[in-house]
């Protein structure tokens, strides 16, 4: 166990929906990052958050956004979803930024139908 | 642009014997890397982490080789177990905020 919370564990929405993803990171950590896998791209970085402010963004898409909070709790919101959205979406955390270990919560399991 | 590749996709090893994972990595400037463990279903697990200064540590049962020079790292585990079967990635770290990883390899241990 990481210590990285996801929740919920599955989810399956329509086309066109909104969903919002929760993570609650390790104790102490700062940080969280928001990963996107999926079959054939691997591990995605998506968007990282330090103590509240938006730190690095990667590859993630206009339709979905992400913050965190003061309690340093996180949220993916995904919206107009489409088919190619089904993956599995996690998040880490880490003590501060940059070269630090990241710990991966274990997952939420998108379904779009 | 930089990325982090792993030269074989899939691996079969027989319990009990040693297996090497071996990664490229494309930017001469990264200074960190980690390896992870993903079981299926789960999230990725850390492994063990080296830093540029080093070639060489060692954790329980698993190594981590980095070869700078040919921009090649390697994870080694030995005595290999039912429980090591997963898909093993490498993880570079470039700039100051975000791990890139590679595509990952499976590892399947035979009985």
């Known amino acids: 166990d990481s210590g990285v919370t996801q929740t919920p564990k599955h989810l399956i929405t329509a086309t066109g929906q909104r969903v919002t993803l929760r993570c609650s990171p390790r104790?102490?950590?700062?940080?969280v990052y928001w990963y996107q896998q999926s079959l054939d791209q691997g591990l995605q970085f998506l968007i990282q958050y330090y103590n509240g402010e938006e730190r690095a963004k990667g590859n993630i898409l206009e339709r979905f956004s992400a913050q965190q909070f003061p309690d340093l709790h996180s949220e993916l919101n995904l919206s107009s979803l489409e088919l190619g959205d089904s993956a599995l979406y996690f998040c880490?955390?880490?003590?501060?930024?940059?070269?630090?270990?990241?710990?991966f919560g274990p997952g939420t399991r998108l379904t779009v139908l | 642009g930089e990325s982090v590749g792993l030269h074989l996709p899939t691996l079969s090893v027989q319990e009990g014997d040693n297996s090497i994972i071996n990664c490229a990595y494309s930017?001469?400037?990264?200074?960190?890397f980690i390896w992870y463990k993903q079981e299926s279903g789960k999230g990725p697990q850390f492994i063990i982490d080296?830093?540029?200064?080093?070639d060489k540590r060692q954790g329980q049962r698993v190594t981590v080789l980095l070869n700078k020079t040919v921009k090649h790292l390697s994870l080694q585990i030995a005595a290999t177990q039912p429980g090591d079967s997963a898909v093993y990635f490498c993880a570079e770290a470039q700039g100051a905020q975000k791990l890139v990883f590679g595509q990952g390899t499976r590892l399947t241990i035979n009985p």
């Open positions: 080296i830093r540029s200064n080093m």
């Open positions: 880490a955390s880490s003590v501060e930024g940059g070269r630090n270990t990241q710990y």
């Open positions: 930017n001469s400037a990264s200074d960190y």
């Open positions: 104790s102490g950590d700062l940080s």
